[in-house]
């Protein structure tokens, strides 16, 4: 486990001059500016006193320069309120600065001083609903706009005159002063129009989802034209259960359809032990891991669904029911099928990316170990080759990558063809005894099958495939270790079992084993032997098999192929007990 003790060290700090008073202001602000900075409340409380005693020993500015630096993440409401405490020029800077969300500042706005509100409305950023919030308050701008220029008023002489001797019994109409309106602020309308125009669309975006609800609900005339028929069923939704599994609360949108809904049957006397792995994990109180369930009533929440729930307890230790979410099947398996597709797409636009510079730094290397361009000195071709070398193991090591994200989305196959599996892992033993022997270690080849075991896989691809496996296994063999590996052909099934190495067999897993081969020995792969095996078994998956882990044995089942038409035998696949 890993402890956050970065608070409790910079308390520990003794702030005695003015620098180390501004870098323990400085972190104060680092720390407590992210949203998760401990669960201790006395050292929070403690934190929260010595900035204030900070406070005191630092000018204004100096601490407002400080908080309106870049390097931090301000995301915590909490340091905000804190702040727009102090004098105007820290509040300012600090409720400027602040990154929150819509809901942090709709919770932390009411709880600002009202003279830290007015500095909000400096800020062009923030969310309709939060501008909106601050209107319901009365924050508005504090400046006035400027004044229209208007020109002064000359009295024309020969007028003044004029109008002196104008009898005293005309009639003069009355002159009225127009002011022309004050000129808008840009900067003000343009955000105010921008304002009003995400509002209209928001609020279309609703009358629009209530027209649509209400017409899709309402009864439809006699002899008016059918729509087309709209799939309202509900993808997914969250729920909350009592302590005996009735569900209490749900999402707005299908709470009226599956509250009081039981999420396993009670049990009776008499009953079939043989349950359900959601009803199993109910009666232990354990959470529930994908299991399936069906839902009857309503067209929008009817059929099959997967479950994820999690128990809930009082504080006392209590069972108090499950908390989780339903998710249909399809969907589900649609989930996790496109993640699968977009990391495996994500790695492979990675490795396309990552190819170009390594293949660059390979040709102008072969340039100079060649003197392509002219001779260059030994010792400079000494180091191209070496960095040519290298370039070639990181391009081998994409390849595999680039293969194994292929094979495991279904993107590549296994090309097909021929060959004979037991002569070829007898070649494999061959390759790899001059090797294993000066450390008195091997691996013993057990053929028990009556002729030969053919596969429906190319040659090279197969070749690669048993490679990968014997030479994972044979690189981990410590001194003296012996290996035994049989090959047999049951019911149409090429049956090869290996033992593990005593370096894998202590591994909970190994296909995410992180051994590395012994000193001097073979290597099959530069990723370990997690992923070596990884990516055989990927192979032997995408050839109509399956490569499992079973105790202490790794196994391979391939379909044997069949002497009729060269196709692989009718078994569509091979499953073994294990670990897949």
């Given at each position: 486990m890993f402890f956050d003790d970065r608070l409790a060290t910079v308390l520990r700090q003794r702030g005695d001059s003015e620098a180390g008073a501004r870098t323990q202001f400085r972190q104060l602000l680092d720390i407590l500016g992210n949203r998760k900075y401990g669960r201790d409340h006395s050292l929070i409380a403690a934190a929260w006193l010595r900035m204030d005693a900070l406070a005191d020993r630092l000018p204004p500015h100096e601490r407002a320069a400080m908080i309106r630096e870049p390097g931090w993440r301000f995301r915590n409401a909490d340091l905000a309120a804190h702040l727009a405490d102090f004098e105007p020029e820290v509040a300012s800077a600090a409720l400027n600065r602040a990154n929150l969300s819509a809901e942090d500042w709709t919770a932390l706005i009411p709880r600002l001083p009202v003279r830290a509100r007015g500095f909000l409305r400096l800020r062009k950023d923030l969310p309709v609903d939060v501008e909106s919030l601050l209107n319901r308050l009365g924050v508005y701008d504090r400046g006035l706009p400027a004044p229209g220029v208007s020109e002064p008023a000359v009295l024309d002489l020969t007028e003044a005159i004029a109008d002196e001797d104008q009898p005293a019994n005309d009639r003069q109409e009355p002159v009225i002063d127009t002011v022309s309106p004050a000129r808008e602020d840009p900067v003000e309308s343009g955000r105010s129009e921008i304002s009003a125009l995400v509002e209209r669309i928001a609020q279309f975006r609703r009358t629009r989802d209530a027209e649509t609800a209400d017409a899709e609900l309402s009864p439809r005339l006699p002899l008016e034209d059918d729509a087309a028929p709209i799939d309202r069923r509900?993808?997914?939704?969250?729920?909350?259960?009592?302590?005996?599994?009735?569900?209490?609360?749900?999402?707005?949108?299908?709470?009226?359809?599956?509250?009081?809904?039981?999420?396993?049957?009670?049990?009776?006397?008499?009953?079939?032990?043989?349950?359900?792995?959601?009803?199993?994990?109910f009666a232990r109180r354990q959470p529930i891991v994908q299991a399936a369930t069906q839902l009857s009533g309503a067209s929008a929440i009817a059929g099959d669904w997967i479950v994820?729930?999690?128990?809930?307890?009082?504080?006392?230790?209590?069972?108090?029911?499950?908390?989780?979410?339903?998710?249909?099947?399809?969907?589900?398996?649609?989930?996790?099928?496109?993640?699968?597709?977009?990391?495996?797409?994500?790695?492979?636009?990675?490795?396309?990316?990552?190819?170009?510079?390594?293949?660059?730094?390979?040709?102008?290397?072969?340039?100079?170990?060649?003197?392509?361009?002219?001779?260059?000195?030994?010792?400079?071709?000494?180091?191209?080759?070496?960095?040519?070398?290298?370039?070639?193991?990181?391009?081998?090591?994409?390849?595999?990558?680039?293969?194994?994200?292929?094979?495991?989305?279904?993107?590549?196959?296994?090309?097909?063809?021929?060959?004979d599996l037991a002569d070829l892992v007898a070649r494999t033993v061959g390759q790899l005894?001059?090797?294993?022997?000066?450390?008195?270690?091997?691996?013993?080849?057990?053929?028990?099958?009556?002729g030969q075991a053919r596969v429906a896989i190319d040659p090279d691809e197969a070749e690669a495939l048993v490679w990968r496996l014997l030479a994972t296994l044979g690189g981990g063999c410590a001194s003296g270790e012996m290996l035994t590996c049989t090959l047999a052909v049951e019911g149409g099934v090429v049956r090869l079992a290996c033992d593990l190495p005593a370096q894998l067999i202590g591994e909970e897993s190994i296909f995410s084993a992180e051994a590395r081969p012994v000193a001097g020995s073979v290597n099959a792969g530069p990723f370990g032997a997690g992923f070596t095996l990884r990516l055989a078994r990927a192979e032997a998956r995408a050839a109509g098999g399956s490569l499992v882990q079973d105790s202490d044995q790794v196994i391979v089942l391939l379909p044997l192929l069949t002497a009729a038409g060269g196709l692989p035998s009718d078994r569509g696949g091979c499953e073994a007990g294990g670990e897949a």
């Amino acid at each position: 486990m890993f402890f956050d003790d970065r608070l409790a060290t910079v308390l520990r700090q003794r702030g005695d001059s003015e620098a180390g008073a501004r870098t323990q202001f400085r972190q104060l602000l680092d720390i407590l500016g992210n949203r998760k900075y401990g669960r201790d409340h006395s050292l929070i409380a403690a934190a929260w006193l010595r900035m204030d005693a900070l406070a005191d020993r630092l000018p204004p500015h100096e601490r407002a320069a400080m908080i309106r630096e870049p390097g931090w993440r301000f995301r915590n409401a909490d340091l905000a309120a804190h702040l727009a405490d102090f004098e105007p020029e820290v509040a300012s800077a600090a409720l400027n600065r602040a990154n929150l969300s819509a809901e942090d500042w709709t919770a932390l706005i009411p709880r600002l001083p009202v003279r830290a509100r007015g500095f909000l409305r400096l800020r062009k950023d923030l969310p309709v609903d939060v501008e909106s919030l601050l209107n319901r308050l009365g924050v508005y701008d504090r400046g006035l706009p400027a004044p229209g220029v208007s020109e002064p008023a000359v009295l024309d002489l020969t007028e003044a005159i004029a109008d002196e001797d104008q009898p005293a019994n005309d009639r003069q109409e009355p002159v009225i002063d127009t002011v022309s309106p004050a000129r808008e602020d840009p900067v003000e309308s343009g955000r105010s129009e921008i304002s009003a125009l995400v509002e209209r669309i928001a609020q279309f975006r609703r009358t629009r989802d209530a027209e649509t609800a209400d017409a899709e609900l309402s009864p439809r005339l006699p002899l008016e034209d059918d729509a087309a028929p709209i799939d309202r069923r509900i993808a997914g939704f969250g729920f909350a259960a009592d302590a005996a599994g009735r569900i209490e609360w749900a999402d707005s949108e299908v709470a009226a359809m599956v509250i009081g809904i039981r999420l396993a049957a009670p049990r009776t006397l008499g009953e079939d032990v043989r349950r359900s792995a959601l009803d199993r994990a109910f009666a232990r109180r354990q959470p529930i891991v994908q299991a399936a369930t069906q839902l009857s009533g309503a067209s929008a929440i009817a059929g099959d669904w997967i479950v994820d729930a999690q128990p809930r307890f009082t504080e006392d230790g209590n069972f108090a029911g499950y908390v989780g979410r339903f998710l249909r099947q399809s969907a589900a398996n649609d989930a996790s099928a496109s993640r699968a597709a977009r990391e495996a797409d994500r790695i492979r636009q990675l490795l396309h990316e990552l190819r170009t510079p390594i293949t660059a730094v390979q040709g102008y290397a072969e340039v100079i170990q060649q003197q392509l361009f002219g001779p260059a000195p030994h010792e400079y071709r000494a180091l191209a080759a070496a960095i040519a070398a290298d370039a070639a193991h990181i391009l081998a090591g994409f390849e595999e990558l680039d293969r194994l994200a292929k094979l495991e989305t279904g993107v590549a196959e296994m090309e097909p063809g021929d060959v004979d599996l037991a002569d070829l892992v007898a070649r494999t033993v061959g390759q790899l005894a001059p090797v294993l022997a000066p450390r008195m270690a091997g691996i013993e080849l057990l053929l028990e099958a009556d002729g030969q075991a053919r596969v429906a896989i190319d040659p090279d691809e197969a070749e690669a495939l048993v490679w990968r496996l014997l030479a994972t296994l044979g690189g981990g063999c410590a001194s003296g270790e012996m290996l035994t590996c049989t090959l047999a052909v049951e019911g149409g099934v090429v049956r090869l079992a290996c033992d593990l190495p005593a370096q894998l067999i202590g591994e909970e897993s190994i296909f995410s084993a992180e051994a590395r081969p012994v000193a001097g020995s073979v290597n099959a792969g530069p990723f370990g032997a997690g992923f070596t095996l990884r990516l055989a078994r990927a192979e032997a998956r995408a050839a109509g098999g399956s490569l499992v882990q079973d105790s202490d044995q790794v196994i391979v089942l391939l379909p044997l192929l069949t002497a009729a038409g060269g196709l692989p035998s009718d078994r569509g696949g091979c499953e073994a007990g294990g670990e897949a």
